[in-house]
């Protein structure tokens, strides 16, 4: 994703200021290496309105959103990418109530969506990262006996 190398939310929010947007930028990845159906892996059809697909061989239409972590997502795609944004780019971690408030959904709604995000970012290990990595704190080792929290002594 070369267009969010920074952690600003602004400029974030400028690239895709709505659902349609988010949409698209999804459709555009999704759909980078050209067109795979899901159901029968035919590769001829034609783009529709709405960013979605059809199929000529099964003459099924899948949506950008089908498949990804994004697919029937019930608060909108531009709050969903923002959770995500939120969830990648903050060291702390954020409760469910807070991203709740913060995007005006649910408690419970963004807590599932946040479970499905962290299951999502779990199977990324499967790709590790392979460029320079910046590193702004770690933890070498375990706890230490008898010791709360982080312990610098020697």
């Known amino acids: 994703m070369d267009v969010f190398q920074n952690q600003n939310i602004l400029s974030f929010i400028k690239e895709l200021p709505n659902d349609e947007a988010c949409k698209a930028y999804l459709s555009k990845i999704k759909w980078s ?4 159906c899901s ?3 035919g590769t001829k059809g034609c783009e529709k309105s ?5 199929c000529y ?9 089908a498949n990804t972590l994004f697919h029937k997502v019930k608060f909108g795609l ?11 780019t903050t060291s702390k971690s954020i ?8 995007f005006s959904i649910r408690q419970e709604t963004a807590w599932y969506f946040m479970q499905k995000v962290r299951k999502s970012m779990e ?7 392979s460029k320079i990595v910046h590193v702004d704190e770690f933890t070498v080792g375990g706890k230490e006996q008898g010791k709360q929290g982080r312990s610098y002594d020697s």
């Open 39 to 41: 159901k029968c892996c």
């Open 123 to 129: 199977r990324s290990q499967k790709y590790p990262l």
């Open 95 to 102: 409760s469910s109530i807070q991203m709740g408030k913060r």
């Open 57 to 65: 061989g099964c003459d099924h239409v899948e949506s950008a959103t």
């Open 50 to 54: 709405g960013y979605n697909y059809h």
């Open 33 to 36: 290496e050209g067109f795979i």
């Open 78 to 88: 531009q709050k969903a990418f923002c959770v995500v944004f939120e969830m990648s």
